[in-house]
């Protein structure tokens, strides 16, 4: 899992015309090297003379005509870089993320000012950005990050003025975050992170008194994962910041002085914390509080903003359905080739589900144990990174390592795995492979359940999801990618469905192949974990439009996901303090796939994986729809020659 630096959904803008004055620039950029010295001399009066005076003229048009478009260009990367200078200021721990310090040691309280001043913003940077087009002539490029911006601010106004989860979901409450990343991002100096950290410490107790004045009737769910996120947090008041002090080697009177500041920012946490557990109390005792059902319309407006998949929800989830009994087929089929082998001398049960399950639970007996739980997770690193590019997938950066670690205590809760990478501003920054501890899900009988989940098979491909050639490696190419926007404001639905298509590239480049032969075992395991995308989608929906009850989610996922408890107790859990993330993996998938597919089927023998995959990575994390729609464009038919207005971006 992966959670998008900035939250964004661009799409409905998404199908834009190519705009042809690009070609200009192609032309331009041919023009020093067939324009010799000779051709100023005195005109001949030949054919071919002719010609190259028709093509002089030609170039020079088409320098006249790009003069003013370089201009423009510059006039719409000055507007960009001026929105992202007042997005900064307004945000500084979305710029933090990014890694743009500027602003880093602000904590704006969340009064209901501060609401009002972020609606003000969307309001007026909308106005400003939506006039661009009738002012600059822009290209296909520029307007898609013109799509995106509009979008982020259209979604960010709705969830402002509509949604409001500010009222009803305290987990968007926590200082820790912010304090994590002043302390390991950055090229700072001890010194210097010692006075953003007692910089932003001052401002710790007026954010935590303005979180409570917002807060009205929570839902429950949401309520008990912020006290347990701010309980998580405490450690770095205790911990992280009295090593930060070690290591900056203060006078005695300047690490009081910050020691003081932690303390009352520490007692404002916890009162905090202690707040929260009251609402708790007695919203529990008298049944009141908000349901965490977000309901139809709401998902289906925050669906359309944070997904922008080519389909509407609805549709989404019919298609997942769809799918869930094709894996079910496919899995009964591979379950009768594995049977025999398993269970010898018995026959197998008559209904498919439960020969499944059978087929799937003796398979799930062999896993790491626990205690080599994160070094088999470590040694798999390596092992991927060398299958792709052995296998010509795509190019990596060995210089951008993967650490391994355990998931920060404040960031537990949501998921068992996932990735924290530093921002496109932040290029030296390291990326964070985080994976909960086993030991806090407590019982033996739990952490038995959680290893048979993750078990020899799907242990591999959740390494290849979160890390190599998943969300890793998009991010590391999303960050290199020449649009600021398209890197920063990336689509959830990209993001995610890039790193379930790399589990689907690994297997059909033999990935878990024994002797060279497909893996029966492997098959039947990923298409559980494949079921597992589907079923997330079906969820989704289904509890937050269609009132899906707790049984009947868990029969879903156990029954006919065939996940283990302790997993689909999990999910359940994720169901009830999210919303259409968790159908942001089966909606990115399955457009990507399709993409691949056209592409391959209009090229024909001259489709190239590789370039496919870099390609399409290239674009930053924008939208499948919109990167769809440009390199579409640049397909040729089948055998045919490319044209310069194909092969120009």
Request: charged content about 20%; some cysteine.
């Amino acid at each position: 899992m992966h959670k998008p630096l900035i939250s964004a959904s661009p799409a409905r803008s998404a199908l834009i015309p190519f705009n042809k004055a690009s070609f200009a620039a192609l032309l331009l950029g041919l023009s020093g090297s067939f324009l010799s010295p000779a051709s100023l001399a005195a005109p001949v009066k030949t054919p071919e003379a002719q010609a190259a005076r028709d093509y002089k003229a030609k170039v020079a048009k088409s320098e006249a005509d790009a003069a003013p478009e370089a201009s423009e260009a510059q006039a719409f990367d000055a507007e960009v870089d001026a929105f992202l200078k007042a997005y900064w200021q307004l945000l500084p721990d979305a710029a933090v993320a990014a890694g743009h310090y500027q602003a880093a040691a602000r904590l704006p309280a969340p009064t209901e000012a501060e609401r009002l001043a972020q609606i003000r913003f969307c309001e007026q940077w909308l106005a400003r950005l939506q006039a661009l087009p009738a002012k600059l002539s822009l290209n296909a490029g520029q307007l898609g990050d013109l799509a995106l911006l509009d979008n982020h601010l259209q979604g960010m106004r709705w969830s402002l003025q509509q949604f409001r989860s500010d009222v009803w979901d305290p987990t968007g409450y926590n200082v820790a975050g912010g304090f994590s990343d002043l302390l390991n991002k950055g090229e700072f100096t001890p010194a210097q992170r010692v006075k953003l950290v007692e910089q932003r410490l001052r401002q710790v107790p007026a954010y935590y008194r303005a979180a409570l004045q917002q807060i009205k009737a929570p839902a429950a769910p949401l309520l008990q994962m912020a006290i347990q996120q701010n309980k998580g947090g405490l450690e770095l008041f205790t911990q992280d910041i009295p090593a930060l002090l070690d290591s900056a080697k203060l006078d005695a009177a300047s690490r009081q002085r910050v020691l003081k500041l932690r303390d009352v920012a520490l007692q404002s946490t916890q009162g905090f914390i202690k707040a929260l557990e009251q609402i708790d109390a007695r919203q529990t005792a008298d049944g009141s509080g908000r349901s965490w059902r977000i309901g139809r319309e709401a998902f289906n407006e925050k669906f359309r903003y944070e997904i922008q998949a080519s389909v509407d929800a609805p549709t989404l989830f019919q298609r997942a359905l769809d799918q869930k009994a094709a894996l079910h087929a496919r899995m009964s089929e591979l379950a009768d080739g594995l049977w025999p082998s398993l269970f010898p001398g018995e026959a197998p049960p008559a209904e498919r589900l439960s020969k499944i399950a059978r087929v799937i639970n003796k398979l799930s007996e062999r896993h790491v144990s626990a205690e080599g739980y994160f070094d088999d997770i470590r040694a798999q690193i390596p092992a991927l990174a060398d299958w792709v590019v052995k296998h010509d997938l795509l190019t990596l950066d060995p210089s951008k390592p993967l650490q391994v670690r355990e998931t920060p205590a404040f960031m537990r809760g949501l998921a068992g795995a996932s990735i924290s990478a530093p921002g496109p501003l932040d290029p030296q920054g390291v990326t964070y492979y985080n994976v909960d501890p086993l030991d806090p899900i407590g019982k033996p009988e739990k952490t038995e359940s959680y290893l048979r989940e993750y078990n020899h098979w799907v242990l591999q491909i959740l390494s290849i999801h979160e890390a190599i050639p998943g969300h890793y490696v998009q991010l590391l190419y999303s960050n290199k990618s020449p649009s600021k926007v398209k890197a920063l404001f990336g689509n959830g639905a990209m993001v995610e469905g890039w790193a379930v298509y790399s589990e689907r590239m690994m297997m059909e480049s033999g990935w878990g192949q024994v002797d060279g032969k497909p893996s029966p075992e492997m098959g039947l395991m990923y298409a559980k974990w494949n079921l597992r995308v589907v079923c997330n989608a079906i969820l989704d929906y289904s509890v937050h439009v269609l009132g899906m009850s707790e049984a009947q989610g868990l029969q879903l996922l156990e029954g006919e996901a065939f996940q283990s408890h302790t997993e689909a107790t999990e999910k359940w859990h994720r169901a009830q303090v999210s919303s259409v993330q968790l159908s942001s993996y089966f909606a990115g998938f399955s457009e990507i796939l399709a993409l691949r597919d056209q592409l391959k089927a209009a090229k024909g023998d001259r489709f190239n994986l590789k370039a496919f995959h870099e390609e399409f990575l290239s674009y930053g994390s924008a939208p499948v729809a919109m990167v769809s729609r440009m390199m579409q464009q640049q397909a040729p038919a089948k055998k045919a020659p490319l044209t310069p207005a194909q092969t120009q971006r």
